[in-house]
């Protein structure tokens, strides 16, 4: 259960992340920029340090949050790390498969080439179609 229809709980605890991440003078020009407003923000906030986000639990208790903004900015860059070696993973992945795509298809020019080369010299390139089509008449002369 989301407590903001419209975002999921992932979404949320990436914007809050985020939002810790920001520089200090950077953070309301951020949210002014985005669909929720500070309100929102503060909400999930709450919810993502002090509550159960999961559950939609936000602490009533509006006093004081149970961690520290060095704390909230730990786990922010915490996220942030394991975001960014997850999506490093991801690329080298990907690099590896481009790479072999690259070497197949390395190996199929090279082919082509030998086959090329192969070939004698007074064979045709290939039979054009244009003597194999029948002329239509004209039958319905009177």
Known sequence: MSISPGYTEDEIREMVYYYECLPHGAKLEWVKAQP???GELRRWRRSVHDGDLSRGLIPRDDTSPSTSIKERRRMAHEHSLRNTEKRVCELEDENKR??????ALGKAIGLLHNYSAQRPDGSPEATSPDGSSTTKTNSSES
């Open 36 to 38: 929720f407003s500070l």
């Open 98 to 103: 481009l790479r072999e795509a690259n070497d």
